[in-house]
């Protein structure tokens, strides 16, 4: 807007666009430097987890695999299997059983040890125990809870869910900043690699950052589900709004239930952790495993599924398959005496919230459509991974001699509508980074302004 006095022009509002900029930019440096080492260690595990699958096959395949030819006199039953096991850990306890769905693989067998759970692996034509596996030993374990909590449990879980709220902010000021002022090709969508310096890694990281920030907002949307604040609440809402899985999910009427969620007794898809698990009733003999196989068949469960055995005299027997795809996720609970099916959760049972979130989890993990999906997931990685880098290349580059180098805060800056309302929204969204965008505008407005030595720390 330009006001007239006196016969002259005077600017009134020229420098807001400016003003704006100076602020998303200088969150976009603080976002940038205190979270660029946590998005490379997300990028990086997030890679070698993607192909999950083709590793733990090599990693394992002395286990995975029977090695010797087999006698054409078919298998042995499921439970001559468990108790091949169970004499090899007469101490133990079993705990779950997962047939072997190809003639060359082994069944494998749940055995919790003096403390430690265990995977046994066992010839199913033979009963001979081929190996076990430590649970917390598994390499892909421990790059999950790299990529999940850094190994440090709670605390590191909201270190991640911090890291990827403030991934999101990355990418919409990103986005804001890169936003071409000249209708440019060159420069803006394609990276000028040929010019060196700069202009090479200012391309490398903004025409990158562009290219992949749909993808890279679907990767930490579908992520938030995991994570302990926003996925709970992710959770609560789901559950509240039968979006997540609806009453008629629950086969059998009324029945006793225990305090217990089912991803307190079973490793199961995300939309059935929180169902209740419901309660055996009855003294009689604990149905055999094959005829809890065959309920399992009968209620069309796919291969790939593994039987959870009751916990107790009121436990029940829990059949849970994790699929690739979710359309073809299941979770049964079955009564431990009477065979009845208690609960039955399926896909087709789950609300739309569920469904979407399902759907997005396998995205996120490369495994919804087979190879093509890992690899565009390692694709978009590596291009985050190229993005980090970058970003801190140019800050060393341009960096002032003992100072941080961070852009001058305005003057006037001010928590403006469009700021509250983003703040808001990513506070409904994401709880973490909310509080987090208020209190770094805090001590911006309140500390950093009113300490001159800090100022020229930052080089601001």
């Not at 499921?78 to 091949?84: D, I, L, N, R």
């Not at 997540?244 to 307190?264: D, I, L, R, V």
């Not at 800056?413 to 808001?424: E, N, W």
Request: glycine share 10%; proline share 6%; with cysteine.
């Amino acid at each position: 807007m330009i006001e007239k006095t006196g016969g002259e022009s005077v600017s009134t509002t020229v420098h807001k666009p400016q003003r704006l900029t100076q602020l998303i930019w200088r969150w976009h440096f603080y976002a940038g430097i205190i979270f660029a080492p946590f998005i490379v260690m997300l990028s990086i595990t997030g890679a070698v987890y993607l192909f999950k699958p083709q590793l733990e096959d090599w990693l394992y395949r002395d286990y995975y695999y029977i090695q010797e030819p087999q006698k054409q006199n078919g298998t042995l039953t499921p439970s001559m299997q468990v108790e091949a096991v169970r004499k090899v850990y007469p101490n133990g306890q079993i705990t779950s059983y997962r047939p072997s769905d190809e003639p060359n693989r082994t069944a494998e067998v749940g055995v919790m040890d003096k403390g430690q759970a265990l995977t046994v692996f066992v010839n199913p034509y033979s009963g001979r125990v081929v190996g076990q596996i430590k649970e917390d030993e598994r390499l892909l374990e421990k790059i999950e809870m790299l990529h999940g909590e850094l190994m440090m449990g709670t605390m590191g879980d909201r270190l991640v869910e911090l890291a990827a709220c403030w991934a999101m902010i990355l990418v919409i000021t990103g986005l804001y900043l890169w936003w071409p002022k000249e209708k440019t090709i060159r420069g803006a969508l394609i990276p000028r690699l040929t010019k060196g310096g700069r202009i090479f890694w200012r391309d490398a990281h903004a025409v990158t950052g562009v290219w992949l920030s749909g993808f890279a907002i679907l990767l930490i949307l579908t992520g938030l589900p995991w994570s302990g604040v926003a996925g709970d609440l992710i959770s609560k809402l789901a559950t509240s709004t039968h979006t997540g899985y609806p009453a008629f999910a629950f086969a059998g009427g009324p029945k006793p239930e225990s305090a217990k969620p089912t991803k307190q007794v079973a490793d199961v898809p995300w939309a059935a952790e929180k169902v209740p698990v419901p309660e055996s009733s009855g003294e009689a003999t604990p149905l055999p495993l094959e005829r809890v196989m065959e309920i399992a068949k009968a209620n069309q469960v796919d291969s790939g599924y593994t039987v959870y055995f009751p916990e107790g005299d009121k436990g029940v027997y829990t059949v849970s398959l994790s699929a690739d795809k979710p359309e073809d996720e299941m979770v049964l609970h079955i009564d431990q005496y009477s065979g009845k099916v208690l609960v039955r959760v399926g896909f087709s049972d789950y609300g739309w919230m569920a469904k979407a979130i399902s759907i997005g989890i396998a995205l996120h993990e490369g495994r919804y459509f087979g190879l093509p999906n890992q690899v565009i997931g390692l694709v978009v990685c590596l291009g985050l991974l190229a993005v980090a880098i970058s970003g801190l290349v140019m800050w060393w580059k341009r960096r002032p001699r003992g100072k941080l180098g961070a852009p001058a805060l305005p003057k006037d800056a001010k928590l403006t509508r469009g700021l509250t309302a983003i703040v808001i929204g990513l506070g409904f969204l994401m709880p973490l980074a909310g509080l987090s965008m208020l209190f770094v505008f805090m001590v911006d407005r309140l500390v950093v302004k009113r300490l001159p030595a800090v100022q020229r720390w930052l080089g601001a």
